[in-house]
């Protein structure tokens, strides 16, 4: 959507308001031997708090509120009573959702307890890239030149992106246009971003695959060579400087 009113934008920090702190409450709230059912019905009970309700589930029928990744699992892991985190666990949680007709979405990778697997380096490179890419964002910058900056400080790294996913545009439904807000420089792609549009701009770095695939269950996706992969993401609001962060009150950009 474009933000053309104050009550519009008034609208959009509200709803960005419930999913920021229902991420960063479910990451705090996240520990050793919880199932990633428990860490969903917790963040449910929150943006129910708000009067907020879970965009996955009203657009998709997703099973469960939030989507909670784990370990090798890219995105769109379903929270199940089966799946026990455990020390070092590498999770991905991304939280959406709708409230008073606006529609927001952050998500955040991040290792629980001790980084006994070394994702911590994985994590800390999706937030610097997700940061960069911030700062980077303005009315009028090509989103193919974005794309190629989060590749290539991707690559300076030493990992990868993920190619078929990617950020998008946000605001009166869950993805909008400009859809397709990629991972790397697509040349076919001359759009723009533009002033007082709100999009979600997400990260997608990976250690070696560079495409995600569904699993038989239709909605968890795993890479297509395997290995692990951090998401950050957050909501903003198109500027002529630095974009609004709407979704900033999740601070996923300061957790060590």
Not at 99 to 116: E, K, M, T
Not at 123 to 137: D, G, R, Y
Not at 157 to 166: A, E, P, Q, T
């Amino acid at each position: 959507m474009s933000i053309s009113t104050e009550s519009e934008l008034l609208g959009m920090q509200k709803a960005s308001e419930a999913v920021a702190f229902t991420l960063k409450e479910m990451i705090k709230y996240a520990r050793i031997g919880m199932t990633t059912k428990e860490l969903d019905l917790f963040g449910a009970k929150i943006l129910s708090d708000y009067g907020a309700k879970s965009a996955p589930y009203l657009t998709y029928s997703f099973p469960g509120y939030t989507c909670i990744s784990v370990n090798n699992e890219i995105c769109h892991g379903i929270p199940s009573d089966k799946k026990i985190l455990k020390d070092g666990d590498l999770i991905n949680i991304d939280v959406s959702a709708e409230l008073n007709g606006f529609w927001s979405d952050n998500g955040a990778s991040f290792v629980l307890g001790n980084d006994i697997h070394q994702h911590q380096k994985l994590v800390n490179a999706s937030k610097e890239i997700l940061k960069k890419a911030l700062n980077n964002i303005k009315g009028g910058v090509k989103i193919a030149d974005i794309g190629f900056l989060i590749e290539t400080e991707a690559k300076k790294r030493g990992f990868s992106v993920i190619k078929n996913l990617g950020g998008h545009g946000i605001g009166r439904s869950l993805h909008e246009q400009p859809d397709e807000l990629l991972n790397y420089k697509n040349k076919y792609d001359q759009r723009r971003f533009k002033k007082n549009s709100v999009v979600a701009i997400e990260t997608f770095i990976s250690t070696t695959s560079t495409y995600a695939d569904t699993q038989s269950d239709g909605w968890t996706m795993l890479g297509n060579k395997g290995g692990f992969m951090a998401q950050h993401e957050h909501t903003i609001v198109i500027t002529d400087g630095k974009p609004i962060i709407l979704t900033e009150m999740n601070e996923i950009l300061n957790q060590e």
